[in-house]
């Protein structure tokens, strides 16, 4: 999918920024976005994630990068995520759950995530690079299992790679 136009989605946001908050809105702060599509409310993993990223949103900004996390909830859940983690940038609810596959998040045996946490969305994190005419998405990190995630030096330095293509 990498070099494939950033859809545009506009979603409830709990965090710092706009509510509601587009994609066009994230581009408008740096040169790139850098997406964390969550599996779900109740994941650990994910928590975990938006935790250890807001801890080094300094190397984000060193870069020109907007953080923002997608989780595939309503409004209110995200609302208790952000009570417990408080991130540094924007924690939005997509209550659909219909942005993360539009930027490629696999659903397995999606049914099945109703009676356990181990089935259903697998981690996505995307680099849009907002510096083209129409913003694109440079790079992704699909998660193969529940706690598959890059460590955020990894994504650090995507956005290094993008930033260093023409």
Do not use: H
Not at 7 to 18: A, C, I, Q, S
């Amino acid at each position: 999918m990498s070099g494939a136009a950033a859809p545009e989605f506009e979603l409830p946001n709990v965090g710092p920024g706009p509510d509601p908050i587009t994609l066009s809105d994230l581009t408008f702060e740096g040169e790139f976005v850098v997406l964390f599509f969550q599996r779900a409310y109740r994941s650990t993993p994910c928590r975990e994630q938006v935790t250890r990223v807001g801890k080094r949103i300094d190397g984000f900004l060193a870069r020109n990068a907007t953080a923002a996390a997608v989780v595939p909830e309503p409004r209110e859940r995200v609302e208790r995520w952000r009570e417990r983690i408080d991130p540094p940038f924007p924690l939005m609810a997509d209550p659909e759950g219909t942005v993360g596959p539009e930027y490629g998040q696999s659903v397995r045996l999606g049914f099945l995530a109703d009676w356990t946490d181990f089935f259903g969305r697998m981690p996505l994190v995307a680099v849009v690079d907002a510096r083209r005419p129409e913003p694109e998405i440079a790079w992704t990190y699909r998660s193969n299992w529940v706690s598959d995630r890059p460590k955020t030096a990894e994504i650090l330095d995507a956005v290094d790679e993008v930033a260093d293509e023409p």
